[in-house]
């Protein structure tokens, strides 16, 4: 089955302990990218990647950083988390950024920083 | 400019009704309009696509894009309480960037069908 599969789920942690969010697709997809989604904000996008070693970041990279080693993987690390970021967090692939293609979300991850 | 405005409800409607919901935008250059369907406690799925003006129909969903006006629409007949969940649009230029240049997301509209 073609999918963007994120883990965990859910994540309660404290503040300042570094974190990673995985994301894989199985799609062969060029394109990847991070967003989260707040109540009233709706999507904000953290950084994308238009293949292995490139990322750029998008409109809120603060706080973050991805890696693109390897195409299908593309994890969202937080270094020392923060409170403002409990949120919850999509990745999204597609085949080209082009908007023709449409991106594939995985389910999310609930972060919870206390 | 990137905004897109969408009104995010609730817009609660009794089943079997047709509901509109819409966006407005204020980039002339969106070539390419969606729509995504976001249940609660997952992910955005992809629902209609179209690319510049004009009507698309996928069984009781109808998207409809007046690039004049910078207003776009999904209709769906017919109403089911399955149909509940937020509607996002999202729109995107002809050459994309894919970051800051890429798919731009209304912030989506809470769609309840009442039994």
């Known amino acids: 089955e073609a999918q963007v599969t994120q883990n965990p789920r859910y994540l309660i942690t404290v503040t300042g302990k570094k974190l990673t969010v995985t994301c894989s697709q199985n799609m062969n997809h060029e394109y990847m990218s991070w967003y989260r989604q707040d109540p009233g904000l709706g999507l904000r996008q953290i950084y994308y990647?238009?293949?292995?070693?490139?990322?750029d970041k998008g409109d809120v990279p603060e706080g973050y950083k991805v890696s693109r080693k390897e195409k299908r993987n593309f994890p969202l690390i937080l270094e020392s988390p923060s409170p403002n970021q409990t949120s919850l967090y999509f990745c999204a692939s597609s085949l080209l950024p082009l908007g023709n293609y449409g991106y594939t979300f995985g389910s999310g991850t609930r972060l919870t920083v206390v | 400019q990137k905004e897109v405005e969408q009104d995010p409800g609730p817009l609660s409607v009794p089943e079997g009704a047709i509901v509109s919901l819409n966006c407005t935008y204020s980039?002339?250059?969106?070539?390419?309009f969606m729509w995504y369907r976001q249940y609660s406690r997952k992910g955005p799925e992809l629902l209609m696509y179209?690319?510049?003006?004009g009507n698309k129909e996928d069984g009781r969903f109808t998207a409809q894009v007046d690039k004049s006006s910078k207003y776009i629409s999904l209709f769906i007949r017919d109403s089911q309480p399955s149909d509940s969940a937020t509607y996002l649009c999202a729109m995107s230029p002809l050459d994309s960037g894919g970051g800051a240049d890429g798919l731009t997301f209304g912030k989506g509209t809470h769609l309840i069908i009442q039994p």
């Open positions: 980039n002339s250059a969106f070539q390419y």
């Open positions: 990647s238009m293949n292995v070693e490139v990322t």
């Open positions: 179209t690319y510049s003006s």
